[in-house]
């Protein structure tokens, strides 16, 4: 099985320069604009220890500040300390009903903080703080 690789920073920072049409800066700065790092897994499934062990392993290489789970196909309170040890303190979450569905958006507090706003059997609308998150 092959994996698909992540883009390193020079790249990234290359990709941001050709967006924003910055020419020759290898460090572009950004005013006011703090990076978010966010993971999205479909992950069809929490509720066994593969699951554990490769979330582990991407966080410990790509640090995300906010990781949104979805398809969990288990309640959040089966697996609430696996992610208070990860460093992942709040939470908003729709537990599946039955083994179908399930939505977690879980975040470190001291980096970020997400509002959800929305919250049904299929969604959560959130909106994502940086800096000064203080409401």
Known sequence: ?????????????RRIRSIVDIEGNNS????????????FWNCHDTDNNKFKRNLVEIIKTHKPEIL??????????????FFNRLGFTALSTIDPVGRVGGIW??????????RAYT?????IHATVHKEDYEE
């Open 105 to 114: 958006i879980v975040w470190d507090t001291s980096q970020v903080n997400v």
């Open 1 to 13: 099985m092959q994996m698909a690789s992540f883009r390193s920073t020079e790249d990234n920072h």
């Open 68 to 81: 949104v789970l979805m398809e969990t196909k288990v309640a959040f309170n089966t697996m609430s300390e």
């Open 119 to 123: 919250v049904s059997p299929q969604v």
């Open 28 to 39: 572009p700065t950004f005013p006011s604009m703090d990076l978010i790092y966010l993971l």
